[in-house]
């Protein structure tokens, strides 16, 4: 297998509004992340992936750009980015940004002159279509989008299609000066990019470079896979549980997204020895070896969500749930992937992000000793697998959920609006609702931070912009670097761990106990080297017995302290690796 500095790399996320505020507005910026890069150099990462600091008018937290060359306000200056990039380099860390190219701002000058007229040089920049009129519609149709009719020139219209927005709502928007519909995949204020377009595909080209000459190492690529529509847009078949056809279904693994990412590789990544990540919504096994092939004609890696949804509600068949993420179907799915991709692509491995709920909260427990016993333990088999793994801000510290009482708390544009229209089109009381989208909610990843047990964590010296977890007394960075057992001592041990070994890093895969509720156990081999993985993922005590030819391995790493490391008996969450060399 090929090596690159990037499979052998551990990614740390940083979402900026949420790390650090050095000015006291309560809002979290680059000094602010200057500030900490000892810490994270402590930690061992090599690589941050910083969400997007670019300029914006923060109608989905940076994700909605009005200018990619330009930093926004409340994170500091272009000055400031430079210095950032600056110090990470000089304690050897890499900066990788996040690119946000499927759409931009509706404030950003390519949409304002693109709205200006139908004949703007700029109109063909984004995806516009006339209404359908409405008695040209089923009434099923009708009734379906109801709440979405329009009246122009003395006709009633509908949008170009049924699809809906990952926000909720129609997909589309209609502008009533040039009196046509514009496409949004998400919130109104993105507006998305046409792809089909050159003059777009250049422009967006030759942005990247620029950033790629300041000298960044990478891309973290949002929504990549959705970039390509398919022809025509038609309409898509309603899933359970939902008002709109579904337009991410549609648009994902489009007819000619891996010709663009070809050109972008051509124009672009393969000039530069940087990381590629996609985020690849719908990919599957099959297009994720094309997306990151060993050939490298694409990207790096991506990353697939097919473990992720998981744990969604069965009963309404959306994301919206509070049932506990099962472990058989995790264990297969990631075997599955582990194995599929296996010197044909690259895993990214990853349990959290800025947009899933911590994963303690998820898979483990959330209080008392099984806390920091069950963070280790999900650590423990995720970074332990073939892949480069990906640490989002405080799963570092086991951070939980935040306990959601009122909706009044919530600052995430998906869930607001998730409220709002499964409440009234699906008829769910708030009482059925609330606990399911306080569960899920992306804002469980965007709590502050938590660096201290002084005021806000140590977030702030001024009101943050969102509450800060009320545990940060007893989960707190300061504590956990004063004790020697604490969870951030664990990842800092798995991240020295991977830095020593090609056999974490290359080996093979193979899972054990498949059909197991509660174990997660693998091997990993590479040349005479070999490795067990063995991890209780439950509040269980489980008898377990370790294979004959591991018996006399060396113990790289447990969160349970024995006198005999293969006892016989797993405690709740405990977590063990063992590694042998195998005889001649």
Request: negative net charge; contains cysteine; charged residues 30%.
């Amino acid at each position: 297998m090929k090596k690159s500095w990037w499979k052998e790399s551990v990614v740390y996320q940083i979402y900026p509004r949420s790390f650090c505020d050095s000015n006291g507005d309560g809002i979290g910026d680059l000094r602010g992340i200057i500030s900490k890069l000892d810490y994270l150099k402590e930690l061992g990462i090599d690589v941050i992936w910083l969400s997007p600091v670019y300029r914006s008018p923060n109608d989905d937290n940076g994700y909605d750009i009005s200018d990619y060359e330009d930093i926004m306000e409340e994170f500091g200056t272009m000055a400031d980015f430079d210095e950032l990039l600056k110090e990470a380099h000089n304690r050897g860390i890499k900066i990788v940004m996040d690119l946000v190219v499927n759409h931009s701002s509706d404030e950003h000058a390519w949409f304002m002159e693109s709205r200006k007229d139908r004949e703007n040089p700029k109109r063909d920049f984004y995806i516009w279509r006339k209404g359908r009129k409405l008695n040209e519609v089923s009434p099923e149709e009708q009734a379906c989008l109801s709440s979405d009719v329009v009246e122009y020139k003395g006709e009633k219209l509908l949008p170009p299609n049924n699809w809906g927005s990952y926000f909720s709502g129609s997909a589309w928007v209609f502008d009533e000066k040039t009196g046509e519909f514009y496409l949004h995949l998400f919130s109104k204020k993105q507006p998305d990019l046409n792809w089909e377009n050159e003059a777009v595909r250049k422009e967006v080209f030759e942005m990247m470079s620029r950033w790629c000459e300041k000298g960044i190492d990478g891309f973290r690529m949002d929504v990549i896979s959705l970039i390509s529509k398919p022809k025509g847009l038609p309409n898509q078949p309603i899933p359970k549980g939902a008002v709109y056809g579904d337009s991410g279904a549609a648009c994902a693994n489009g007819p000619k997204v891996h010709t663009y990412l070809q050109e972008m590789n051509e124009k672009v990544l393969s000039r530069y020895d940087i990381m590629t990540v996609g985020e690849t919504a719908g990919v599957t096994l099959e297009e994720a070896k094309r997306y990151a092939n060993s050939e490298g004609t694409e990207l790096n890696m991506v990353f697939q969500f097919e473990h992720m949804d998981l744990d969604g509600s069965k009963k309404h068949g959306f994301k919206w749930a509070t049932e506990k993420m099962p472990l058989v179907p995790l264990k297969k799915n990631l075997a599955k992937w582990q194995n599929g991709l296996h010197e044909l692509a690259w895993n990214s491995l990853y349990l959290c992000n800025h947009d899933q709920p911590r994963i303690v909260s998820r898979l483990g427990e959330e209080s008392g000793v099984l806390r920091e016993r069950s963070a280790k333990c999900i650590a423990t088999f995720l970074h332990m697998m073939q892949g480069t793994p990906y640490i989002y801000q405080g799963e570092e510290l086991g951070m939980v959920n935040y306990p959601f009482s009122a909706l009044s708390e919530f600052r995430d544009l998906e869930s607001i609006n998730a409220f709002s229209e499964l409440t009234e089109k699906l008829h769910l009381s708030m009482e059925e609702l609330f606990p399911l989208i306080a569960h899920k909610s992306r804002d469980n990843a965007r709590t502050p931070m938590q660096w201290d047990d002084t005021k806000e964590a140590g977030f702030t010296s001024g009101k943050p912009w969102i509450a800060v977890n009320p545990n940060y007394k007893e989960i707190n960075a300061k504590e956990e670097l004063g004790r020697a057992d604490s969870v951030f001592h664990y990842y800092q041990k798995l991240i020295q761990l991977r830095h020593q070994s090609e056999l974490i890093v290359y080996g093979d895969f193979h899972l054990l106990e498949e059909e197991d509720p509660d174990l997660f156990i693998y091997e990993r081999s590479l040349g005479k080297k070999k490795l067990l993985c063995v991890c209780n993922v439950s509040e269980n005590t489980r008898s377990y017995s370790v294979p004959e030819k591991f018996r006399s391995g060396k113990v790289l790493i447990r969160n349970v302290e024995r006198q005999d490391a293969i006892s016989g008996e797993l405690a709740p969450y405990e977590a063990f690796v063992l590694e042998i060399q195998m005889k001649e």
